[in-house]
């Protein structure tokens, strides 16, 4: 048994899922990422095209792109390997990548609609994958999903990441950070709209979020990387 020093661990690594609307910023915010991390994308969505306005024109990032599941493995075989600078995973996202995962599924069962040992799969199959990324010593792992919203029988509206079956309920525990990106809109000192991107860190009555490291205030700028400095460069502050 080996025992380690948990503040002589030399390099500080996150794991976020934030989640949102379509256009809310959620793949922004992941790729941003890439301004300070050396950084690849596991893409199952068309959404990248929101990178190439924000990132510096000079500034490339590597990308594959994820059609079936085997895609997913291909990857994690690579990553694996070790044979890689890659400091930051991103996947964008993993409410596409569960439906990869059953189509995948159901063309090994040879069926067209899933039945319940195909949901029992499809969640351990999610898990093992999403244990294993988070897991990755030295990289941070940066995940996407599409927003859901549940209405309960007093029409109270709860907003969560959106997947099927059980997995939704239990997604969070794997990461440290859980955020809701959206569009804060409100009007400068001219009396002007403005639109800006942002992303809710704290729990609420409706949003579904996490702040294991509890050093991030209620709203942070859409910036992975303004997240990441936020809480370690306290964490180091604290040590002195």
């Not at 690849?40 to 068309?46: D, F, H, K, M, R």
């Not at 990132?55 to 990553?79: G, M, N, Q, T, Y």
Request: glycine content about 4%; aromatic content about 8%; overall charge neutral.
């Amino acid at each position: 048994m080996k025992i380690e020093k948990l503040r002589s661990q030399p390099f500080d690594k996150l794991n976020v899922l934030i989640y949102g609307q379509p256009g809310s910023g959620k793949t922004s915010f992941a790729g941003s990422a890439a301004l300070n991390f050396r950084t690849i994308i596991a893409s199952a969505e068309s959404g990248l095209l929101s990178l190439r306005k924000r990132l510096p024109a000079d500034l490339d990032v590597d990308f594959v792109r994820i059609e079936k599941f085997e895609d997913i493995e291909e990857l994690s075989r690579f990553l694996i390997a070790g044979k890689h600078e890659y400091q930051t995973l991103v996947i964008d996202s993993l409410t596409e990548i569960q439906d990869v995962c059953m189509a995948s599924i159901l063309l090994k069962e040879g069926r067209d609609k899933p039945q319940l040992q195909d949901w029992g799969t499809l969640n351990d199959r999610m898990v093992k994958m999403i244990r294993y990324f988070r897991d990755m010593s030295n990289m941070n792992l940066v995940c996407t999903a599409l927003l859901d919203e549940i209405r309960s029988d007093s029409g109270e509206v709860k907003s969560l990441p959106l997947f099927r079956g059980k997995i939704q309920q239990s997604i969070s525990a794997y990461f440290d950070l859980v955020l809701y990106a959206f569009v804060h809109e409100a009007k400068d000192k001219d009396g002007k709209d403005v639109r800006k991107h942002v992303v809710l860190c704290e729990p609420s009555e409706r949003y579904t979020t996490k702040d294991r490291s509890g050093m991030l205030p209620k709203y942070m700028p859409n910036d992975f990387s303004q997240v990441y400095n936020t809480i370690f460069t306290t964490k180091k502050e604290e040590k002195k």
